[in-house]
């Protein structure tokens, strides 16, 4: 197990680990996330006892590394895939490694197999691809078959197949009940591998939870409905008759641009109901399914060092309310003219972020929203 309590890193004026406390238990895949500049790298790095704690600690079985016995043997890591002497052979770079830690050279020929480059033992590392290396960086960290390993973007240059190799390894260790921490920014990857996830942001830790309840906990959960063109049994539009039912029944109704509606705060029967008594015909019904992504973005959404102004986040931005009166009044604006974005609000909030826009648009999305968002 690895246990941080307290743990802060200092850079001169600059804080890069702060006050983090986490543990990473055995017998779980757990995901580190953060942003670039998060602090991930030095956090492992303090781990392993390349960096010294400017206070607090951290200790790996109760013990620093530093004071772990022929350490390679209780802990593997995997940091930097690039560390390694690019005039020595596969086999002669794990190989050192083994004599120093007092590792049978057979494990060499075994580790070799399992990362899948036996045919490669005898090439020169400074042939390698980007996969390659991190396969043999991989296979170094399993050399004295460790309790705890920690990965920093093992899958970083691999292919396809080898990221599903890498997924099922990680699986497997840890239903060896090892510990196993591994630090991504894939987070289709991370939500197919972890069972727990540990995310910091500027140092600090943001979230200590299990992957789904990490999604459930970030995510908006909505119904996503599109009603047929033409009028409704009552003769009026089908969309602004469903869309006053469903705002009656206590639902919040969003316009997307391609016209749909998002509903919130009514459960999918109910909608079909509404939708049902309003005589209006559906072409979709459908529940939104929160991903690990979109989870991940809502909680570090103002951790991120570097933004581009380029509507970074452009899938999760959230269309501008409807209200009642909009959708009742005749000269209510047409649907496919309401072009203000709303990035969406941190669960529990009611009040939504502007979308980053030149100084012309965030003055004129100002003098439009209505006040009780402004």
């Given at each position: ?21 986490f ?13 670039n500049?998060?602090?991930k ?13 400017t ?31 690019g ?25 070799l ?14 042939g ?37 190799w890498?997924?099922?390894?990680m ?18 990857e ?6 727990h ?37 009552d ?46 015909r ?24 570097y ?37 969406p ?30």
């Open positions: 197990m690895i246990e941080a309590v307290g743990l802060t890193k200092r850079f001169g004026a600059k804080t890069a680990v702060d006050q983090l406390s543990q990473v238990k055995p017998g779980h895949v757990t995901g580190f996330l953060g942003p500049g998060s602090g790298s030095t956090t492992m790095r303090m781990v392993l006892g390349l960096d010294r704690p206070s607090g600690r951290v200790t790996i079985n109760g013990l620093p590394f530093r004071e772990l016995p022929n350490a390679q043997r209780h802990v593997g890591a995997l940091l930097d895939a690039k560390a390694v002497h005039g020595r052979r596969a086999r002669t770079h794990l190989l050192s490694i083994a004599q120093l830690s007092g590792i049978p050279e057979k494990r060499v020929d075994e580790v197999g399992v990362v899948g480059l036996q045919d490669a033992a005898r090439q020169r590392t400074k390698f691809s980007l996969g390659m290396g991190q396969r043999l960086g991989i296979a170094a960290a399993l050399l004295g078959d460790p309790q705890v390993l920690l990965f920093d973007e093992p899958v970083n240059g691999l292919d396809p197949e080898g990221i599903l890498v997924r099922n390894l699986r497997k260790l840890a239903s060896e009940g090892r510990t196993v921490f591994v630090s991504s920014h894939l987070m289709s991370m939500a197919l591998t972890a069972d996830l540990i995310v910091i942001g500027r140092g600090r830790l943001l979230a200590d939870m299990s992957t789904q309840d990490f999604i459930t906990h970030n995510s908006a959960g909505f119904a996503r409905v599109r009603a047929a063109a033409g009028p409704a049994a003769g009026s539009d089908g969309r602004t008759s469903l869309a006053s039912a469903l705002t009656r029944a206590g639902g919040r109704v969003l316009q997307e641009p391609d016209g749909a509606l998002r509903v919130t705060g009514l459960e999918l029967p109910r909608v079909s109901d509404l939708a049902h008594e309003a005589g209006v559906l072409w979709e019904l459908s529940p939104h399914r929160a991903s690990l992504e979109e989870a991940y973005m809502r909680m570090t959404q103002s951790s991120v060092e933004t581009s102004t380029e509507d970074p986040r452009a899938e999760l931005w959230e269309p501008e309310p409807l209200t009642v009166p909009e959708w009742e009044e005749e000269a209510a604006v047409p649907v496919e003219t309401a072009a203000s974005f709303f990035a609000p941190p669960p529990g909030s009611g009040r939504p972020f502007l979308m980053p826009g030149s100084a012309a648009d965030l003055a004129r999305d100002s003098e439009n929203t209505p006040e009780e968002h402004r």
